[in-house]
T-cell receptor
């Protein structure tokens, strides 16, 4: 069965620190991978996605993620976080029924 | 452009009462539609999905049901709410061509069962 693991439940950083949020998935076939973000009081929105091609994908607001097939990973990175990046981040994999299978999410708190 | 609406935004209901949450999509036709429940520390759990009018698939056995009476309308219901039904319910849609493509989420409904 497909599953997604996000190992960090809550990450606290100071502004300008670098960010890396881990995401591992279990599925042996072709994968579609996503990162979604939920800012406080807002609804879930797509941050970036990987379907095929260049394994380093760039998303909105300076975020990027790297698909490493051998490690079944799709980690999210940002070189320098801002207070406005405070949010909950969800990694997801495309499921066989067209649904998304989400990880449990990582809360990011950025201290000004 | 496409938009997705959910209502109500918040709901407080007593145990044993019925439930009806509505989701509508505008600006697209024949979408895949999904209901998820988000619980703190547990991520998003897929409850139901639909690939067409009257076609509903359930992922998790539970106290809830879903219906799709029109192409762009998806309804989540319960005859008798349980305390464990409390949570944040999200509706989403995706293009019907192909699987695993990105989904677009509504603003959600916060349900508290008392």
């Amino acid at each position: 069965a497909q599953s997604v693991s996000q190992h960090n439940h809550h990450v606290i950083l100071s502004e300008a620190a670098s960010l890396e949020l881990g995401c591992n998935y279990s599925y042996g076939g072709t994968v579609n991978l996503f990162w979604y973000v939920q800012y406080p009081g807002q609804h879930l929105q797509l941050l970036l996605k990987y379907f095929s091609g260049d394994p380093l994908v760039k998303g909105i607001k300076g975020f990027e993620a790297e698909f490493i097939k051998s490690k079944f990973s799709f980690n999210l990175r940002k070189p320098s976080v801002q207070w406005s990046d405070t949010a909950e981040y969800f990694c997801a994999i495309g499921g066989s029924q067209g649904n998304l299978i989400f990880g449990k999410g990582t809360k990011l708190s950025v201290k000004p | 452009s496409q938009t997705i609406h959910q209502w109500p935004a918040t709901l407080v209901q007593p145990v044993g009462s019925p439930l009806s949450l509505e989701c509508t999509v505008e600006g697209t036709s024949n979408p895949n539609l999904y209901w998820y429940r988000q619980a703190a520390g547990r991520g998003l759990q897929l409850l139901f999905y639909s690939v067409g009018i009257g076609q509903i698939s359930s992922e998790v056995p539970q106290n809830l049901s879903a219906s799709r009476p029109q192409d762009r309308q998806f309804i989540l219901s319960s005859k008798k709410l349980l305390l464990s039904d409390s949570g944040f319910y999200l509706c989403a849609w995706s293009h019907i061509e192909g699987f695993g493509y990105e989904q677009y989420f509504g603003p959600g409904t916060r349900l508290t069962v008392t």
